[in-house]
C-alpha cells in the first residue's frame, strides 16, 4: 500500500511539474502584447514619420512631434490640439486593437516591431497660426523608432 500511495504521490508530481514547464512564460493576452510594444522597457518614444487628413499630407502640422506611452497614460510633444501632451488611455476590449483617450476619442492601433499607425476621427476644426490650427477629419498618424 506505501509503494502505491509514493507512487501515486511521484506521479501527482511529475504530472505537475509537467504541467508547469508546458506553460510558456512568454505567452501573453493581446492587450499585453500590446503594450509591451508601445511603451518597450519604458523608454521607447515614438517619432513622427507622416501624418494624413482625409488622405491629404498633413505632416508638416506636426513636424517633430513624438509620443510615449506608459501602463495608462501617453506624452506626447508638438501633437498640436489634436493631442494633448499628457493624457490617460486604455484599450476599447481584450483585443487591444484599438483605446480610448480620456475624452472618449477612439484611437484605432496597428503596429510592428518599429512602426505605429494610430488613426482617430477628428471632429473639431480651428482656426489660426501654426500648430494651433486643426482639422477635421479622419487622422492618421505614422510614427517610427
Same mark, same amino acid.
Given at each position: 500500500?506505501?509503494?502505491?500511495? @509514493?507512487?501515486?504521490?511521484?506521479?501527482?508530481?511529475?504530472?505537475?511539474?509537467? =504541467?508547469?514547464?508546458?506553460?510558456?512564460?512568454? *505567452? #501573453? =493576452?493581446? @492587450?499585453?502584447?500590446?503594450?509591451?510594444?508601445?511603451?518597450?522597457n519604458?523608454?521607447?518614444?515614438?517619432?513622427?514619420?507622416?501624418?494624413?487628413?482625409?488622405?491629404?499630407?498633413q505632416?508638416?502640422?506636426?513636424?517633430?512631434?513624438?509620443?510615449k #506611452?506608459?501602463?495608462?497614460?501617453?506624452f506626447?510633444?508638438?501633437?498640436?490640439?489634436?493631442?494633448?501632451s499628457?493624457?490617460?488611455?486604455e484599450f476599447?476590449?481584450?483585443?487591444?486593437?484599438?483605446?480610448?483617450?480620456?475624452?472618449?476619442?477612439?484611437?484605432?492601433?496597428?503596429?510592428?516591431?518599429?512602426? +505605429? +499607425?494610430?488613426?482617430?476621427?477628428?471632429?473639431?476644426?480651428?482656426?489660426?497660426?501654426?500648430?494651433? %490650427? =486643426?482639422? %477635421?477629419?479622419?487622422?492618421? #498618424? *505614422? #510614427?517610427?523608432l
Amino acid at each position: 500500500m506505501k509503494n502505491i500511495n @509514493a507512487k501515486f504521490l511521484l506521479t501527482i508530481t511529475l504530472v505537475s511539474l509537467g =504541467s508547469m514547464a508546458s506553460c510558456d512564460g512568454d *505567452e #501573453f =493576452s493581446p @492587450a499585453e502584447q500590446m503594450k509591451r510594444l508601445l511603451i518597450g522597457n519604458g523608454s521607447k518614444t515614438w517619432k513622427i514619420q507622416s501624418v494624413t487628413i482625409d488622405d491629404t499630407d498633413q505632416t508638416i502640422q506636426f513636424t517633430g512631434m513624438t509620443m510615449k #506611452f506608459s501602463d495608462d497614460a501617453y506624452f506626447t510633444t508638438d501633437g498640436g490640439l489634436v493631442w494633448p501632451s499628457s493624457d490617460t488611455w486604455e484599450f476599447t476590449d481584450l483585443q487591444a486593437i484599438a483605446f480610448y483617450r480620456s475624452d472618449g476619442i477612439e484611437v484605432q492601433i496597428e503596429t510592428s516591431g518599429d512602426r +505605429l +499607425l494610430l488613426s482617430l476621427d477628428w471632429t473639431k476644426t480651428t482656426y489660426g497660426g501654426g500648430r494651433t %490650427a =486643426s482639422i %477635421a477629419g479622419e487622422h492618421i #498618424f *505614422e #510614427f517610427g523608432l
